[in-house]
């Protein structure tokens, strides 16, 4: 079984040991993430995560995040590229906190498990509830020293290894983006799609003013929506879709799903009806 197939039918593992990881410690930890993230952090308890974004004071999201909490810190899990930038843009911020933060990226791994059978492989302490494909899954971060260990244990449990791009394929086959290719700092919070990341009662934290007036307005010009585009060729990033051969929007990522016998991929869109991307038609799939 290929981790294509298994990231539908079975179970795979993905290393996602390159991703960002930065510890949050002391008794402020919870309040200066809450006041610096879109989500409500100060209702995590120990053992549970949640995703949120990072805004600039003019509502354009910087980066996302996962967050998991544990007893005495909070894990911050991040795309590559935002590891530095996240790191100085919350250590700007402490000021009179109680709040240290550590790069612990190379000192620990970070594996994904997804697939219909992925629940029955959990397994350590550091366990959070995340998708990275948008199939049922889960994510473990451990000591970079158990790793070998862990992917041995996972092997044998009938884990298949899937490759970076298995995984991409599967998670645009689901319509979930990812920060750096489909959302980046152009992008408004709810031009995403994304409203989970979101927490509309939380109180203050930067770059609200401009989610509660987007909120307020009702409806943002352009949204990132899944599509189904009949062809056997991924269009590149940057094509543009027409809706009735005018200008709609344009494409972010796209992919060949051999499951679909289609293409399937992610566009930022202002209209959503007699679609076509390079001659092909297309078709707004809702996500479920």
């Known amino acids: 079984m290929t981790g294509y197939e298994a990231l539908h039918h079975g179970a795979a593992v993905v290393d996602l040991s390159a991703r960002g990881r930065i510890r949050a410690a002391g008794e402020d930890r919870q309040r200066l993430l809450h006041a610096m993230t879109t989500n409500h952090v100060q209702e995590l308890e ?21 967050i998991h909490c544990a007893a005495d810190h909070l894990l911050l899990d991040v795309e590559p590229e935002m590891r530095e930038k996240v790191f100085a843009h919350l250590d700007r911020y402490i000021i009179a906190d109680d709040v240290t933060l550590e790069d612990v990226t190379e000192a620990t791994a970070e594996l994904a498990v997804a697939g219909p059978s992925a629940a029955a492989l959990r397994r350590g302490e550091m366990v959070f509830d995340s998708t990275l494909t948008g199939q049922p899954g889960f ?70 003013e401009i989610v509660e007036r987007v909120r307020s307005r009702g409806h943002v010009n352009k949204t990132l929506r899944a599509l189904r585009i009949d062809a056997e060729e991924a269009p590149a990033a940057g094509t543009k879709v027409l809706s009735g051969g005018k200008e709609a929007g344009e494409i972010t990522s796209a992919v060949y799903s051999p499951a679909q016998g289609c293409v399937r991929a992610l566009a930022y869109l202002r209209a959503l009806e007699n679609l076509s991307v390079a001659g092909a038609p297309a078709q707004p799939v809702q996500q479920g």
């Open 46 to 66: 120990p053992g549970r995560s949640l995703y949120a974004f990072f805004l600039n004071a003019q509502g354009r999201i910087l980066a996302d995040v996962y």
């Open 139 to 208: 994510r473990v971060v451990v000591p970079a020293a158990e790793k070998a260990a862990l992917l041995a244990a996972l092997r044998a449990a009938g884990c298949v290894e899937a490759t970076a791009e298995e995984a991409r394929t599967v998670r645009l086959e689901n319509g979930l983006p990812r920060y750096g290719e489909d959302v980046t700092e152009a992008n408004l919070a709810q031009e995403t799609g994304l409203l989970h990341a979101l927490h509309f009662n939380k109180g203050c934290y930067l770059g609200q």
